[in-house]
């Protein structure tokens, strides 16, 4: 069982390229999230979706678009990559909506930009 | 005031010791809480997910929840060098769509 599945694990982007960070989840679960997180300031919400279809903005969304291709899938996408992007980028996945269920978290990708 | 404080640690213990890590937070709305352990260079892990206030025990593993005193902790007794990780309190409101995590403390368990 893979659970919450991210690639690439590492990546190395210059100041103004894009890409999108691809994440996959084999559990059923309806709502999945992108999370950065930073030396001394833990996890911070990117953006989540919280069924098939539906995409919300968390606390730090500028720079970042978000797309849930289908219930398995949720992708983040960097349009114009900047070093304060240079980050640990968590997905993570969660069961039913409208039931309170804990969050299983992919093992990241590491993304520096220089 | 952040809206939840943990010790980042390090925390370093012995090889047996019992450990306590806490967590403090501000919004009363929170009634879902919980532990994740994390490896370097792995994602959080989930360890305990507690409901509301009171203890669970789980192993070697006890969560404790005090709501009165906005205040969870987590004991791992016996505590091993494999224990060697971040460990980071979440919690989340009855809606599920606000969860919040701590930034974690570092726990060394030495042989």
């Known amino acids: 069982n893979a659970g919450v599945t991210q690639t690439p694990k590492f990546q190395v982007l210059k100041t103004g390229q894009s890409m999108t960070l691809q994440c996959a989840q084999d559990?059923?679960?309806?709502?999945m999230y992108w999370y950065r997180q930073d030396p001394g300031m833990g996890l911070r919400l990117i953006y989540y979706?919280?069924?098939?279809?539906?995409?919300d903005k968390g606390e730090v969304p500028n720079g970042y678009n978000v797309s849930r291709l289908n219930k398995r899938e949720f992708s983040l996408r960097l349009e114009s990559a900047a070093p304060s992007q240079t980050s640990v980028y968590f997905c993570?996945?969660?069961?039913?909506?409208?039931?309170?269920?804990?969050?299983?978290f992919g093992d990241g990708t590491r993304l520096s930009i220089l | 005031q952040k809206e939840v404080e943990q010790d980042p640690g390090p925390l370093s213990v012995p090889e047996g010791a019992i450990v306590s890590l806490n967590c403090t937070y501000s919004?009363?709305?929170?009634?879902?809480f919980m532990w994740y352990r994390q490896y370097s260079r792995k994602g959080p892990e989930l360890l305990m997910y507690t409901y509301s206030s009171g203890n669970k025990e789980d192993g070697r593993f006890t969560a404790q929840v005090d709501k009165s005193s906005k205040y969870i902790s987590l004991f791992i007794r016996d505590s091993q060098p494999s224990d060697s990780a971040t460990y980071l309190c979440?919690?989340?409101?009855?809606?599920?769509?606000?969860?919040?995590f701590g930034p974690g403390t570092r726990l060394s368990v030495l042989p």
């Open positions: 979706s919280a069924s098939e279809g539906t995409t």
């Open positions: 979440a919690m989340s409101d009855n809606y599920g769509q606000n969860f919040v």
């Open positions: 993570a996945s969660s069961g039913r909506q409208g039931i309170v269920q804990p969050q299983h």
């Open positions: 919004n009363s709305a929170f009634q879902y």
């Open positions: 559990m059923n679960h309806n709502s």
